[in-house]
């Protein structure tokens, strides 16, 4: 969200945490706090949410992953902090991350069947290759790639010549049966060049 410190708006629908005083990176989740069991803000790249929900409780975790720019040393940190995160987590809840991992993870599954489907889109890079690694050993599954549709690219280019698939939502493989569909949403008006990206799961909350 690049917005400074942190905090709730809108008597705690909105949360957010960012850095002290740059404009740079951050994340925030929007809510409803019937079911809101806790949140906390990890740091200016990740934050956590716990739903109370039936069968399972379930656990939102929002990241902002470093972009190219960045070294292999922070992009290790990152997951190293991740990883973490969810180890303070319940094994028993529903664990969903989703955010903007500035990673292309391609259309090619070959390898990597049990973390995502047929359906990506274009080409895989380094940053693609590391995601897809953590999801294999968190035993997760990118929901984007589960259904063949149109509407997949989530973020456009500058100069609108290219599009990618960076927006993404996993969760855990034992509960890929509760997912109807994920796709992104164009005519969202977010005032941003990434798409809002919608994923349902069918779970009581």
Request: charged share 30%; net charge neutral.
């Amino acid at each position: 969200v690049q917005w400074t410190g942190g905090g709730e708006m809108e008597g705690g629908k909105i949360l957010w945490f960012g850095t002290e005083r740059e404009h740079v990176y951050g994340v925030g989740m929007v809510i409803g706090k019937k079911a809101l069991l806790e949140y906390n803000p990890v740091n200016e790249r990740m934050m956590y949410a716990r739903f109370k929900g039936y069968p399972r409780d379930i656990d939102v975790v929002v990241v902002y992953a470093p972009t190219m720019d960045h070294s292999d040393a922070e992009i290790e940190a990152f997951y190293d902090q991740l990883e973490q995160t969810l180890n303070v987590l319940p094994k028993k809840d529903v664990k969903i991350i989703t955010g903007d991992w500035n990673a292309k993870i391609g259309r090619d599954n070959i390898g990597f069947e049990e973390v995502m489907g047929k359906y990506g889109i274009g080409n895989r890079n380094n940053r693609g290759e590391r995601l897809l690694e953590f999801a294999k050993d968190q035993k997760m599954y990118i929901t984007n790639t589960k259904t063949q549709n149109t509407k997949k690219w989530t973020r456009e280019s500058p100069d609108g010549k290219t599009t990618n698939m960076i927006d993404l939502i996993l969760i855990e493989q034992k509960w890929m049966k509760f997912v109807t569909q994920c796709r992104a949403f164009p005519s969202a008006e977010i005032g941003s060049d990434h798409r809002l990206v919608l994923c349902n799961v069918k779970m009581k909350i």
